[in-house]
């Protein structure tokens, strides 16, 4: 599989629920970011955990990171329609800059 | 305080033609990255420039595709003879260069190129 792949492909969850994401990687990181995008439009970025970092919290967003299985997982707390859209996880290698993509989560939010 | 700015935002090439596509960054931004979309899928890295200087080009074509990032203006990321291959969504992205390995780039709204 590529780097950084995210699982589910898609979810669907009704409005206040929470919604998980989980994101897998293959090589050694400096950090990895999370990314939305609604569709048709440009990314949004959303979170970055560096490698050192366990966890990580930005208002209803907890993002974990787990090196040692090198994976992380995006949670979104009291979903709400508006979060619907595609969620992808970045990683940036070491000594790199450029973000490596994985394909994506679409995570749908019914009213 | 605008953000990074891409045109045309649509674009449409018959087979043979050549595209050019421009990335205005954040004001304050030298650097510069371009990916692409196929659909259904998630960005791939192409390029990453400074101003004046290809920092990385590993993930772009070698045959076709070209980048620049001059003193004055935007990036631009150039197309030769398209093929329908070559249809996509192209994203570009600008960071301060600032923070290092840990810079936010911050993308702009893409270009849609559909080669017929």
């Known amino acids: 599989s590529q780097q950084g792949e995210e699982d589910p492909q898609a979810l669907s969850i009704q409005e206040g629920e929470n919604a998980t994401m989980n994101c897998s990687y293959k090589?050694?990181?400096?950090?990895l970011q999370w990314y939305r995008q609604n569709s048709g439009r440009g990314l949004v970025h959303l979170i970055l955990?560096?490698?050192?970092?366990r966890e990580k919290h930005s208002g209803r967003l907890r993002v974990t990171l787990d090196t040692s299985k090198k994976s992380s997982s995006l949670l979104i707390t009291a979903s709400r329609a508006a979060d619907t859209a595609s969620y992808f996880c970045?990683?940036?290698?070491?000594?790199?800059?450029?973000?490596?993509f994985g394909s994506g989560t679409q995570l749908t939010v019914l009213p | 305080n605008a953000g990074v700015m891409q045109n045309p935002r649509h674009l449409v090439r018959r087979r043979g033609q050549e595209a050019r596509l421009r990335c205005s960054p954040m004001?304050?931004?030298?650097?510069v990255y371009w990916y692409r979309q196929l659909p259904e899928e998630g960005l791939k890295f192409m390029v990453y420039?400074?101003?004046?200087?290809?920092?990385?080009e590993s993930g772009m074509p070698k045959e076709r595709f070209s980048a620049e990032f001059p003193k004055e203006g935007p990036s631009i990321l150039r197309i030769q003879q398209v093929v329908r291959g070559d249809s996509a969504a192209y994203f570009c992205?600008?960071?301060?260069?600032?923070?290092?390995?840990?810079?936010?780039?911050?993308f702009g709204p893409g270009t849609r190129l559909t080669v017929l």
């Open positions: 955990i560096r490698s050192n970092e």
């Open positions: 992205a600008s960071s301060s260069g600032t923070s290092g390995f840990t810079d936010t780039q911050y």
């Open positions: 004001k304050g931004h030298s650097h």
């Open positions: 420039l400074q101003k004046e200087n290809i920092i990385d």
């Open positions: 970045a990683t940036v290698e070491i000594s790199a800059r450029q973000l490596t």
């Open positions: 090589t050694s990181i400096n950090n």
